[in-house]
């Protein structure tokens, strides 16, 4: 029995930085360029579920709760993207550590705080890019206020659902704006402005805090002004999905498009 799935793509505002910060990050963190998959089903989660009264810090496992959209297939997939060229600034922070303190020195209120070195992404608009098994979450996009840190605000301008079976395209090639996974492309450039990073991946175990599981992504550098030119091998295909008047390019790994067959 084939169960259709659902391309959503979500326009995003950003109000201030976005900041996604690199997992086990010392006090001065470096961040992710664009959300990585994690980040994204994390502000998704937290949307729908807040949304349906479910104001649960946890899983009864400790786990995010975002880890209940993977296990019931709700999302398989989340990537981001921005048509608009980007910057990283790094800000200094007064960071409280009083909780992480030795027991000896928690009497101490001048080590209650410190100074962290923060990086955070300056960008107007992105697009958050999800497939889905239930249409219905797509309308929760537009209750996702921040993406990443707390501090991160944002507001979804536009969300368009697209039936995946009418998105995939016969090509195997590409223009992109979004990232994508290494493992689904045979080429790709100009590779002096997209760039090979790892970023966690949608698998259990990175919303159980048990470690990090990345998977090698290629991604814009600040100031990108193109999109990466993708040839891509028998593992990836090309889906066209609208946005307004625009239409994106999107390479999704085929084992997705073929998870609800």
């Known amino acids: 029995m084939t169960k259709e799935l659902y391309a959503v793509l979500a326009k995003t505002s950003a109000f201030g930085s976005l900041a996604t910060f ?33 104001f649960r810090e946890l899983a009864s496992d400790g786990s ?18 921005t048509d608009e060229p980007f910057t990283i600034i790094q800000t200094t922070e007064r960071v409280y550590q009083h909780i992480y303190l030795r027991t000896e020195h928690r009497k101490r209120m001048d080590m209650a705080y410190t100074v962290g070195v923060r990086s955070g992404t300056i960008l107007k608009n992105f697009y958050m890019f999800f497939i889905v098994s239930d249409s219905e979450l797509a309308k929760y996009c537009y209750a996702i206020t921040r993406v990443g840190r707390k501090e991160s605000l944002v507001a979804v301008e536009n969300v368009e659902v697209t039936p995946l079976s009418k998105a995939v395209t016969e090509g195997r090639y590409c223009e992109t704006y979004f990232y994508f996974p290494m493992s689904i492309a045979e080429e790709y450039g100009p590779t002096d402005m997209w760039i090979q990073i790892d970023m966690p ?10 470690g990090v599981v990345t998977e090698r992504f290629v991604v814009p550098k600040p100031f990108t002004l193109t999109r990466a030119t993708v040839r891509l091998n ?3 295909v090309v889906l066209k999905v609208r946005s307004g008047s625009k239409v994106f390019e999107i390479p999704v790994p085929r084992s997705v498009v073929e998870a609800g067959r």
Do not use: M
Request: hydrophobic share 40%; net charge positive.
């Open 201 to 210: 991946t949608l698998v259990q175990e990175n919303f159980a805090k048990r």
């Open 22 to 54: 690199v997992p086990y990050s010392t006090v001065s963190a470096n961040t992710y360029p664009l959300p990585p998959p994690t980040t994204l089903v994390g502000a998704l989660a937290y949307a729908y579920l807040r949304s349906r009264n479910d």
């Open 234 to 236: 028998e593992s990836g």
């Open 64 to 81: 995010s709760l975002a880890s209940e959209l993977l296990k019931s297939r709700a999302v398989l997939y989340a990537v981001a993207g």
